[in-house]
């Protein structure tokens, strides 16, 4: 609570002009920066959340494999960190930084790095130095071959954020210093100049205010003891004409939603409405989330495997989370396979499942009345 230090100069001869022209009562120095966390760190769990229940999956040829390096990122990428936290992490700092630095450790636990310098060559491989993790620098430099480099866009997200906040932060703030006021308690104090004279009797004065404001602000029942010369009332303001709390929750969403705009994040689904979920979901799924899982998959690929392996077969495949459910695409997936388009095992790779080891599945099959047409002397006519 300030501390009402103008009564000193109340007992001064011709300080009362003084007195209302301090402006520095009414400045607010507050921050508003609340909001613009919780702006961000709404979207940034949001996509965070998502792409953690992605599983990265090992192809070599037709068929899955599940090796050290599934291991690494699908369980433990490190001995600190499961695989959830690990790639919210990543996210986080792709994200809000821009970029993100992963390192392989000698014993090949990946690390990302909280602080690092690239160093950018034209023909030459960039290199990483002053890689910092925790507390930890390393003393080495980490060639580009070496490290899994990601990269979000061409500009930073926060310099954006921050212009947005500029002037949402001063709307906001505005919105509610005047909701503040409007349900305010104000009083006036009455005094009886003669009843302080001495500088004792005024200093003892001061802080018999002070300690009435104080418990006046923070105990819920404040008793005031009557002085001689001295006489508090309180001024209730009945005008509701301030802003509602209303005005303020559309501030803050108005910033959440631009946020979630610059992202990628159908506002709808942060704000859990269930018109056209499917369909946010799906442009949600399509727009944002694959071309993220798109960038991670090529570095991955790249660094892990050759080029000789790749073409091979060798490669990193996520499979991101499913928002469709097997019941609902049973009818499809019947279609398919009855009409010979598919054989099994395609349509279990094309919805995330590993191939079946029955032989079976690999056979075309016609079912129903997918039959070739015969014309009236019995040779083919159509199809």
């Not at 570095?299 to 989370?321: C, D, H, P, Q, R």
Request: charged share 25%; hydrophobic share 35%; aromatic share 10%.
């Amino acid at each position: 609570m300030r501390t009402i230090g103008f009564l000193d100069a109340i007992f001064q001869r011709n300080s009362e002009l003084g007195f209302m022209f301090d402006v520095e009562m009414f400045q607010d120095v507050s921050t508003r920066i609340h909001m613009k966390r919780l702006a961000i760190e709404t979207c940034i769990s949001f996509l965070g959340r998502t792409i953690s229940q992605s599983e990265f999956r090992i192809k070599n040829g037709d068929r899955y494999e599940k090796n050290e390096l599934y291991y690494r990122l699908n369980v433990r990428p490190n001995k600190n960190m499961t695989a959830s936290t690990f790639w919210q992490t990543v996210i986080r700092k792709l994200i809000y930084d821009n970029e993100c630095l992963i390192i392989q450790a000698d014993d090949e636990d990946l690390l990302i790095a909280d602080s690092f310098e690239h160093n950018s060559y034209a023909v030459m491989e960039d290199t990483f130095s002053k890689v910092v993790i925790k507390e930890y620098e390393f003393k080495r430099n980490f060639r580009q071959g070496e490290v899994l480099h990601l990269r979000y866009s061409n500009e930073k997200l926060t310099p954006l954020i921050d212009g947005l906040f500029t002037d949402y932060g001063d709307l906001f703030g505005r919105v509610l210093n005047s909701q503040k006021r409007k349900n305010q308690i104000r009083g006036t104090v009455d005094m009886d100049m003669l009843a302080a004279k001495t500088e004792k009797q005024q200093a003892k004065l001061q802080e018999f205010i002070d300690n009435m404001y104080k418990a006046i602000g923070e105990k819920d029942v404040a008793i005031i003891p009557q002085q001689p010369g001295f006489k508090y009332s309180e001024i209730t303001g009945s005008s509701n004409n301030g802003q509602s709390v209303d005005e303020i929750n559309k501030v803050t969403n108005g910033f959440l939603d631009q946020v979630a705009m610059v992202i990628g994040i159908p506002i709808s689904l942060l704000h859990g409405d269930m018109a056209d979920v499917e369909k946010n979901t799906k442009n949600y799924m399509l727009f944002t989330i694959s071309p993220l899982l798109k960038k991670i998959s090529d570095e991955a690929n790249v660094k892990f495997f050759t080029a000789k392996e790749y073409l091979a077969g060798k490669k990193v495949i996520i499979k991101s989370m499913s928002y469709h459910s097997l019941f609902d695409l049973a009818t499809s997936i019947d279609k398919l396979i009855s009409s010979s388009a598919f054989t099994g095992n395609e349509i279990r790779l094309e919805v995330g499942y590993e191939p079946s080891t029955d032989s079976n599945l690999d056979k075309h099959f016609i079912t129903k009345n997918y039959t070739e047409m015969q014309n009236d002397e019995g040779g083919e006519k159509e199809k």
